[in-house]
């Protein structure tokens, strides 16, 4: 099965239900009901939760760690030009259409070490676990 001409409109519409701040894996899991309320999978045998958890967390741990590195405080963040002109792009080309949806944790973003490292995360997340799952 190919989608063909219906491709375009297929992707639009699941594209409306798209939240930026559905892409962290832990988001993701808990809205399907996978994760207990101690944040571990209820599922003995589902790689993607518990791989994907092992490597979330790996994840996080080098982006806040890493922003360690240059940013001594929030304010460095917020003062950083190369995030700064991230972040605008982010907010207005790459998720544009969503904007109304998703503006108040894109604006949060930029603003403080961790909650930079979290969106970075999530960025890279898209990229090659979800990616991953995704394609097959």
């Known amino acids: 099965f190919t989608p063909g001409p219906y491709a375009i409109r ?10 930026f701040t559905h892409q962290a894996l832990p988001t993701e899991l808990a809205s399907r009901g996978i994760l207990k309320e101690d944040g571990t999978p209820w599922l003995d045998d589902y790689p993607y939760a518990q791989d994907g958890l092992e490597l979330w967390d790996a994840y996080i741990k080098y982006f806040t760690n890493y922003l360690k590195l240059y940013y001594k405080g929030d304010a460095d963040v917020v003062e950083d030009p190369e995030l700064q002109a991230w972040w605008t792009e982010v907010k207005t080309q790459a998720h544009v259409d969503v904007m109304n949806v998703v503006k108040e944790d894109l604006m949060r ?13 999530k960025e890279v997340w898209g990229f090659n676990g979800k990616q991953a799952r995704d394609t097959g």
Do not use: H, M, N, P
């Open 109 to 121: 973003a930029g603003k403080d070490k961790d909650t930079a490292a979290k969106e970075a995360e």
């Open 10 to 19: 297929l992707s639009a519409a699941a594209y409306k239900f798209w939240r």
